[in-house]
């Protein structure tokens, strides 16, 4: 199995930070890599898709980057509304598998 | 509009099999080219991929989970299921089914769950 691991498990930022999460996986994926957000009480989200897609709806404040085993994803500027847990997950093999996740906390 | 629905008893015995439904409405799912999914959620083991199914019932497993796993699919009813044996309390969870849809580019096809039921949480308890 394809070993996810993210950094940090979590964070917090002020409104108008620029914030990066990372995604690493045990071995290369290539560009097979998702991220959702999750808010309490919700289904994960998909925001990005391969590569580098951003899903239809979601601010143009989120971007993704990377390749191989090594993978970020970055909010330019963070908004109230972006408090919730990011996960990635990889669709090179399967098992599909996710990161533990990041927490990112609005102060 | 795309929705998905999960259903099934709240709380399931240790040793019994936990069977789930996910309901599809928006879209059928027979004849189509979407993979159907089931994913878990715990404190322990966070998101845990369990199987994407075909209409056709073919599809993968998590190996993990394999011998005690099967999916089935109806598409008269617009549904599928999941059906998880011998469950202990490690497998209480949030349960959430889930559309595994693509995105084909280069030659490549890219997986991605993109749309998810509201889950139904399942306590495995005597």
């Known amino acids: 199995d394809i070993q996810m691991t993210q950094s940090p498990s979590s964070l917090s930022a002020s409104v108008g930070d620029r914030v990066t999460i990372t995604c690493r996986a045990s071995?290369?994926?290539?560009?097979?890599m998702n991220w959702y957000q999750q808010k309490p009480g919700q289904p994960p989200k998909l925001i990005i898709y391969p590569v580098g897609n951003l899903r239809s709806g979601v601010p143009s404040r989120f971007s993704a980057s990377g390749s191989g085993t090594d993978f970020t994803l970055t909010i330019s500027s963070l908004q109230p509304e972006d408090c919730a847990i990011y996960y990635c997950?990889?669709?090179?093999?399967?098992?599909?598998?996710f990161g533990p996740g990041t927490r990112i906390e609005v102060k | 509009q795309l929705q998905l629905r999960e259903s099934g008893p709240g709380l399931v015995k240790p040793t019994e099999t936990l069977s789930l439904t996910c309901t599809v409405s928006g879209q059928s799912i027979g004849g189509s080219s979407f993979y159907w999914a089931w994913i878990r959620q715990s404190p322990g083991k966070g998101l845990e991929w369990i199987s994407d199914?075909?209409?056709?019932?073919?599809?993968f497993y998590n190996p993990s989970l394999k011998n005690r796993v099967s999916i089935s699919v109806d598409t008269t009813k617009n549904h599928f299921s999941l059906n998880l044996a011998s469950v202990t309390a490690a497998d209480t969870a949030v349960y959430y089914c889930a559309r595994s849809s693509y995105y084909e580019t280069g030659g490549f096809s890219y997986y991605y769950f993109d749309v998810w039921g509201r889950g139904t949480r399942v306590l495995v308890s005597s």
């Open positions: 997950q990889q669709s090179f093999s399967t098992p599909r598998t």
């Open positions: 199914t075909f209409f056709s019932g073919t599809g």
């Open positions: 071995q290369s994926v290539t560009s097979y």
